[in-house]
T-cell receptor, first 114, second 112 residues
Framework: GAVVSQHPSWVICKSGTSVKIECRSL??????MFWYRQFPKQSLMLMAT?????????EQGVEKDKFLINHASLTLSTLTVTSAHPEDSSFYIC??????????FGDGTRLSIL | GEDVEQSLFLSVREGDSSVINCTYT??????LYWYKQEPGAGLQLLTY?????DMKQDQRLTVLLNKKDKHLSLRIADTQTGDSAIYFC????????????FGSGTRLQVQP
């Protein structure tokens, strides 16, 4: 079945650092990928829709300059958390799918900012 | 309030059936999903149902959909300790955008 790979799975870095998270569709092409954020013991909240070859669509309240999304190919989307601060610490998950097929999720990236 | 609501916690004994409920408010939902999340992990798709269906069964999993009441349920037969996790229901709305709207998640605890 469809598989989505996310990397890294866990990153710890100092405040002020920029962190890049990759989301890959391994056996299918995805023109659209989605980035979600999950705080402890909470549900997933959609951050943005990543569109191949065009600008991402951000949800209300999500800073575009803070969370940079690049979808340069049909199998890769990246989320860069720029100048990360402790309040950016969270679990970030991407998803991808094709046509009307269900979305498949990556294993998530745990980001810890010290 | 939440567009998709779930109870927060359910505890059952091993071997019993578990029923996790979900209500949604958007009647234009096209697909409804159930995902499982184990601690520190991503989401695993369990099953999904199209909005014109009433029921779907897949091995130990049975999904029931009541469109009139906008109620979705997931029944897990012969629940095992490995089923302990958080279960999210999610919907895709008939808006053309394929992002999912998630419920709050139900933590299922299976006691041996």
């Amino acid at each position: 079945g469809a598989v989505v790979s996310q990397h890294p799975s866990w990153v710890i870095c100092k405040s002020g650092t920029s962190v890049k998270i990759e989301c890959r569709s391994l056996d299918f092409q995805a023109t659209t990928m989605f980035w979600y954020r999950q705080f402890p013991k909470q549900s997933l909240m959609l951050m943005a829709t990543s569109n191949e070859g065009s600008k991402a669509t951000y949800e209300q309240g999500v800073e575009k300059d803070k969370f940079l999304i690049n979808h340069a190919s049909l199998t890769l989307s990246t989320l860069t958390v720029t100048s990360a601060h402790p309040e950016d610490s969270s679990f970030y998950i991407c998803s991808a799918g094709t046509g009307d097929q269900p979305q498949h999720f990556g294993d998530g990236t745990r980001l810890s900012i010290l | 309030g939440e567009d998709v609501e779930q109870s927060l916690f359910l505890s059952v004994r091993e071997g019993d059936s578990s029923v996790i409920n979900c209500t949604y408010t958007d009647s234009s939902s096209t697909y409804l999903y159930w995902y499982k999340q184990e601690p520190g992990a991503g989401l695993q798709l369990l099953t999904y149902i199209f909005s014109n269906m009433d029921m779907k069964q897949d091995q130990r999993l049975t999904v029931l959909l009541n469109k009139k009441d906008k109620h979705l349920s997931l029944r897990i037969a012969d629940t095992q300790t490995g089923d302990s996790a958080i279960y999210f229901c999610a919907e895709i709305r008939h808006t053309g955008r394929r992002a999912l709207t998630f419920g709050s998640g139900t933590r299922l605890q299976v006691q041996p």
